[in-house]
């Protein structure tokens, strides 16, 4: 089969979303078929293409979205045009500012159907956010419906709290519903990365239940071939973005340590950002934020670590995100300090570690302070999330599709 893939961003960039559509068009490619990735202009990467998707076409177009609108502004022309577009503009526009793609539209369907002409393909995958993206694939879709149209919600759209969709008018949150129902009708195959995901999905849309199916994330067993998983095993670790959000639960930690000075309670965080509440609440000899590093230098550590420690925002209670299944895969137990959710859920169920709700960290958090939190390795089988595995089934579903058709 041939597959297209639209993922607005695409490495080297290092944006959020383009690492799961890149290791699944590898994959893709890997199992035999012929895959095409469109996106957003990064510069002339050819030597970083030739050597990392070998064989894999990639055909970037013009972003569209000026760096100003990020409120990065320059001058004082570009402060005007932000003010107006923001201020003025965004009143009476029913388009979404905060969307990069919302300018692509017209591009995108012609260079879909410019490549269509010149190689028919069978297979188009659309990744959201930017979600405007969903409904210029729908689009293309409709005049041409042989092909397979493919939708990946990353992130929750019309319900979702990121994106600007939660201050929206009533004309733009309206516009937003269109686009998406109108994605989804059009659509023969709706994914998303989690069963809550999809659950708010089918309730949403309870008519278009057929079509939606789960292609959860997945990670790559080739970042671990040089780590050894036999080295001893020491205090905390936390790897990625700190969040707003967290700071109570972290003054309750602060309060927990006051409390057990003897607890010998060690935590390394490697991060690109600081919430200044650390540099007030902890010293180095109890919490040390490290920059980031290269991830199998990461991954060693997690593999050297006693637990992953982590501590989420109530509006992530609900993300299992990749690095959940790389950490079991290092036999790291997990120790989550965040709300009731489906993260909450994963860990318990699967034995995987430890959830302890924001509330009870004073009383329940002193008995994991050595590091010692229960984890039973092999209850949880964790290479059913391989990308190999996850690829396969994948393209199982795609191959249904045609047999349905036919």
Known sequence: MHFVIVSYTFPPSKGIGGRRWAKFSQYLKKQGNKV????????????????????IQIIQLPKCYPSWLTGE??????????????????????????????QWESQLIKALGNFYQQSPF??????????????????????????KYVIDFRDPWTWGDYYGIPKMNKRKRVFQE???????????????????MGERLKSLYPNEQGKMSLLPH????????????????????????????????????????????????????YTGNKLPVFEKLFSEDQVKINGFVPESDLFAKIASSKAYLAFFPETDKDLISTKFFEIIYTGTPILYIGAEGAVARFIR???????????????????????????????????QFTFENVTKEFTKTIEGLFKKAN
């Open 122 to 147: 069978d297979v188009l995958v659309v990744t959201g956010a930017p979600f405007s993206l969903m409904e210029y694939g729908a689009t293309f879709k409709r005049l041409h419906p042989t092909v």
């Open 36 to 55: 095409t990735v469109i996106t957003a202009d990064v510069g002339n990467h050819a030597d970083f293409y030739t050597k990392e998707f070998k064989n």
């Open 218 to 269: 997945a990670y790559d067993t080739e970042k671990f071939k040089d780590i050894s998983f036999n080295s001893e095993r020491n205090g905390f670790i936390y790897g990625g973005t700190l969040y707003n959000g967290i700071e109570a639960y972290l003054t309750s930690l602060s309060k927990v340590l006051k409390d057990y000075p003897g607890s010998a309670f060690k935590w390394n965080i």
């Open 349 to 383: 169920d699967n034995r995987l570690g430890v959830h302890i709700l924001p509330e009870n960290i004073i009383k329940e958090l002193p008995a994991y302070l050595n590091g010692n939190v229960p984890f039973e390795k092999d209850y949880f089988d964790v290479s």
């Open 73 to 102: 502004v320059t001058s004082l022309v570009e402060k005007f045009k932000y003010r107006f577009y923001t201020k003025i503009l965004a009143k009476i526009d029913k388009r979404n500012y905060f969307d990069t793609a919302f």
């Open 178 to 196: 269109y686009q998406e129902k109108y994605a989804i009708q059009n659509a023969d195959l709706v994914c998303y990365p989690t069963e809550n």
